[in-house]
């Protein structure tokens, strides 16, 4: 077995998957589990998936450091390690956002040298839509339109957010 605490090596990696695929094994090959059975695999997983976010959590820190001003990693087995920088946006003005947006857009659907509106309401609504999703406002898009969104919400500290694309299963 790999000594966890040894430094030298990363083995224990090894252990997480082999006991991944043993879980994953188990839970198939036991269709017939009761729900007792099932709750108490549960609430094991919850508690380990908890305790691996804050492991990730730091790790992604620890990454996001000591990538210093590089935006993007290359690992080997083809994963591309991204750093964004992302905030937490809250208690959004809506209204006041969608009055300004709404403003830019028809301003932007006028051509200026004959007078004329290039854009019926029912384009300027649908080109709203680019500028929000379901629950939240599209930052990139407002930007897009020279707005800053912090000033249509309750804006937090800035932080990194580390992406994983293009992971390939180890």
Known sequence: MTDVNSG??????????????DIDTYITKHPDLTLEELVEVLVALN?????M???YDEVCRRVATSMNEMKEYHAPEGVTIEKKW??????????RLAQEVGHRLALMSIDFDTGEITRSP?????????YLAPNYWRVGALKELGLNPDEYCEAG??????????????
């Open 53 to 55: 976010k804050l492991i």
């Open 8 to 21: 030298d090596e990363l083995g224990f990696l090894w252990l997480l998957r082999g006991v991944v695929a």
């Open 122 to 130: 029912e384009e300027l609504v649908a080109d709203l839509v680019k």
């Open 47 to 51: 508690r380990r998936r908890d305790e």
């Open 157 to 170: 500290e800035s932080k990194p957010a580390i992406i994983v694309r293009n992971a390939k299963q180890l």
């Open 86 to 95: 992302a905030k937490s946006r809250t208690a959004w003005q809506h209204d």
